[in-house]
């Protein structure tokens, strides 16, 4: 029916945007209440008008999201300097000291130097690998070679892989693959994750010829 197909259509054409918005909506009103309770909790041990002060910030709507983007954007600044890395490097030995503490400290540390360094290798080239089984295909990213006594076990000419998860690309699974397995991708990393979190509904252009069998 018409009105079915309109209905569908109308649904589809409205939903990423509805989504995206529910999305930004959520993340700043989640900031909002972490920064509200830290200001309340400094408006009850500061005294006078400065705590009334204080407690009149936690109602400026959007205050978290500025704040956060706010200190990003300095430590960034600071950071990117000789004398801000060496603080950096006194910080994160102090944690990496603390009992129980320094075990999450350093894997999440290593995670996040390893995915957003500019200098790093992870997730800068989409793959296509066979997996779960031989002839079945899938989309994968590579995230560097296989190191320390893993390569020394697997010999040479390897490669370190993650197979994402559809459609939650957070979820998936770590893969050692022989080069000579894995076919390199043309598209873009986003236009692979888009590919996979549609479910392989939204194909990305062909960048090359690729000649038939």
Do not use: C
Not at 34 to 59: D, F, K, M, N
Not at 186 to 193: K, T
């Amino acid at each position: 029916m018409p009105i079915k197909k309109y209905l569908l259509t109308g649904l589809l054409a409205w939903l990423p945007l509805t989504l995206t918005i529910w999305v930004l909506l959520w993340l700043v009103a989640l900031l909002d209440a972490i920064l509200g309770g830290i200001l309340t909790g400094l408006a009850a041990l500061t005294p006078g008008s400065a705590g009334a002060v204080i407690e009149q910030l936690r109602h400026i709507p959007g205050l978290g999201v500025v704040l956060v983007f706010s200190a990003l954007l300095v430590t960034g600044a600071l950071v990117s300097n000789v004398a801000g890395r060496w603080w950096l490097k006194q910080w994160g030995k102090l944690f990496t000291n603390i009992p129980v503490f320094k075990s999450i400290y350093n894997s999440v540390k290593k995670v996040s130097d390893t995915l957003f360094s500019s200098n790093g290798n992870a997730f800068r080239t989409a793959l296509l690998v066979q997996y779960p089984r031989a002839g079945v295909w899938t989309i994968a990213f590579q995230t560097g070679t296989p190191g320390g006594e893993v390569a020394g076990h697997l010999g040479p000419d390897l490669v370190s892989v993650y197979v994402p998860t559809t459609p939650n690309p957070t979820s998936g699974f770590f893969l050692m693959l022989p080069r000579s397995e894995v076919i390199e991708l043309h598209m873009s990393v986003d236009e692979a994750l888009t590919y996979v979190i549609s479910m392989g509904s939204v194909a990305p252009a062909a960048s090359v010829e690729v000649s038939p069998k």
